[in-house]
């Protein structure tokens, strides 16, 4: 048995008007890992997310979900869906049915579940996001936050061994997001691996173990968040910024303070300011 959940080797893909959206992506995802692809606009993200679980067609390379190259024939891709899911950036193009309890209950009715096991998935997953009570609610008459939820309920109630979300937190208020990554934590603590999209960094600073930087379909660095932050010049080719800790630390270091500024997180980040001594 492998450790490595999910794989893409030399995946390439380029769309019919020509955009090369993905050139040569090689990236490993290992089973637990909490996962962050960072890109601006136009990166490939979300192009690069339909691949996962088979929904696009690579022009070139391919996708292995434990150790199998995803096949596109109906029962393969079957398979990988259920392995794979992904949550997309827009609840819109997600959720569709009247009801949140028919939307959530879709999935694990097209897995072919009983009555009695999609009853319990719904109110699994619907406690899982915190939205228990809002069964016969229809999904369009809620807030984004309550939205995002609900469309990971959906794909909870699936009971995938890897979530994918295009984008988790975009447009969500400061609870909204702290709740949705919440979720995402517990469900990574009972063992799903999470891969999520973002360009937001101190989100991903709060967030993932690991990051891939992806940028004009390619992948140029991968590492942990103190290789990644840490980079300035890496930063500015991918049009990110470093979050406000280390921006700070790197200020004090221009200041001829003696401070370590790979340190990231605001406890590290506030040890470090309090013991900086002018050299
Ligand atoms: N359906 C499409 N047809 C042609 N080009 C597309 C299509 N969808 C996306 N693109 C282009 O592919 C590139 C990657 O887009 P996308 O994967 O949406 O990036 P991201 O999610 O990182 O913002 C961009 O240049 C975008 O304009
Ligand atoms: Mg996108």
């Given at each position: ?244 800790s280390t921006?700070i630390l790197h200020k004090l270091k221009n200041n001829g303070f003696d401070v370590d500024t790979t340190k990231?997180?605001?406890?590290e980040v506030t040890e470090e300011i309090i013991k900086a001594k002018k050299i």
């Amino acid at each position: 048995m492998t450790d490595i959940h999910l794989e893409t080797k030399n995946l390439s893909f380029t769309y019919p008007d020509g955009t090369k959206a993905l050139q040569n992506v090689n990236l490993q995802i290992k089973k637990g890992e909490k996962i962050a692809i960072m890109g601006p606009n136009g990166a490939g993200k979300s192009t690069l997310f339909s691949h996962f679980n088979g929904l696009t067609e690579p022009t070139s390379g391919h996708v292995e979900v434990d150790g199998e190259k995803i096949i596109f024939e109906k029962d393969e891709l079957l398979k990988v869906r259920q392995k794979v899911g992904i949550v997309f950036q827009d609840p819109n193009d997600q959720l569709f049915a009247p009801t949140v309890k028919e939307d959530v209950a879709f999935g694990p009715m097209n897995l072919g579940l009983d009555y009695d096991e999609v009853e319990r998935r719904i109110a699994e997953s619907l406690e899982m996001v915190g939205m228990e009570g809002f069964e016969e609610k229809t999904p369009h008459h809620l807030s984004g936050g309550q939205q995002k939820r609900i469309a990971i309920a959906g794909i909870v109630a699936m009971r995938p061994e890897i979530m994918i979300l295009d984008e988790p937190t975009a447009g969500l208020d400061p609870e909204g997001v702290d709740k949705v990554l919440n979720i995402l934590n517990n469900l990574n603590k009972e063992g799903m691996s999470i891969v999520i999209s973002s360009h937001d960094i101190e989100m991903v600073n709060e967030f993932a173990d690991k990051i891939f930087v992806l940028y004009n379909g390619e992948i140029i660095a991968c590492g942990d968040k103190h290789d990644i932050f840490s980079d300035k010049e890496l930063l500015k080719k991918a049009h990110l910024k470093a979050p406000v800790s280390t921006e700070i630390l790197h200020k004090l270091k221009n200041n001829g303070f003696d401070v370590d500024t790979t340190k990231i997180s605001i406890d590290e980040v506030t040890e470090e300011i309090i013991k900086a001594k002018k050299i």
